[in-house]
């Protein structure tokens, strides 16, 4: 879905915290432009200050991309925090999926910031998000670490990857793709929640080898109470 368009305003800047300023009037042009089309010049003139004066807070303009894309995880991670669910965990684990890829239709270049490119200062920055999903699977995963961290990823990539087929048109366009995008993450997420203990790899968590033991034995006596004919076949 193509970025959202405001009308351009210019912001009349006083005295104040300038470095903040900018991280809102930069927010402000991505959402308008997008991140390509983004510049300190237009930020300075927004502001109506000298094409100088951001450089006494950032270094250069990819410096003040990661300051905008920490504020991105943080305006992500109260999407997910604000998303209506239910009080189980598999329905909170869900609403996350769901405010993610509503966040990601809703402020595209804001996402693009947050996961364009990698870096350390991007990767810290996105660490709330990955631990929201995180929280989120710990319930579902019996208080085992690492089982809640396989079930985090593995929703948390198909938050993204539905996000992605969003923005490449693949659900459609308007809101009505927005929707479909939104219903079929949270399908895949209560997918891969009820197949959670084959999401760990074997011997790497306690929880998950014992819900598998424990699903193989179910079906083993499965089998041996079927009648010998259907065994055979």
Avoid: C, N
Avoid at 33 to 48: I, K, N, Y
Avoid at 69 to 79: D, I, K, M, P
Avoid at 153 to 164: K, L, R, S, Y
Avoid at 201 to 223: F, Q
């Amino acid at each position: 879905m193509p970025p959202s368009k405001r009308p351009t305003r210019r912001r009349s800047y006083h005295h104040g915290d300038l470095r903040a300023a900018l991280i809102d009037t930069a927010l402000e042009l991505i959402a308008e432009q997008g991140v390509q089309a983004f510049s300190m010049a237009e930020a300075s003139r927004r502001l109506g200050v000298a094409v100088s004066a951001p450089y006494r807070h950032f270094a250069d303009r990819d410096e003040l991309l990661l300051a905008v894309g920490a504020r991105a995880g943080e305006l992500l991670v109260a999407a997910v925090t604000a998303e209506r669910g239910g009080s189980a965990p598999e329905d909170r684990l869900v609403a996350v999926a769901r405010g993610y890829v509503r966040f990601a239709a809703r402020h595209r270049a804001l996402f693009e910031v947050l996961f364009g490119s990698w870096s350390p200062e991007m990767e810290r920055a996105s660490q709330p998000v990955k631990e929201a999903f995180q929280s989120g699977s710990m319930a579902l995963a019996g208080g085992d670490p690492v089982a809640a961290e396989s079930l985090g990823m593995a929703v948390a990539a198909t938050a993204h990857g539905h996000a992605g087929l969003l923005h490449l048109g693949a659900f459609g366009t308007g809101e009505q793709a927005v929707d479909r995008a939104v219903r079929h993450a949270a399908a895949a997420t209560l997918a891969l929640i009820a197949g959670r203990a084959r999401l760990t790899p074997s011997g790497d968590s306690a929880t998950a080898s014992a819900a598998a033991d424990d699903e193989h034995r179910h079906e083993g006596r499965a089998h041996h109470d079927r009648p010998p004919a259907e065994q055979e076949a």
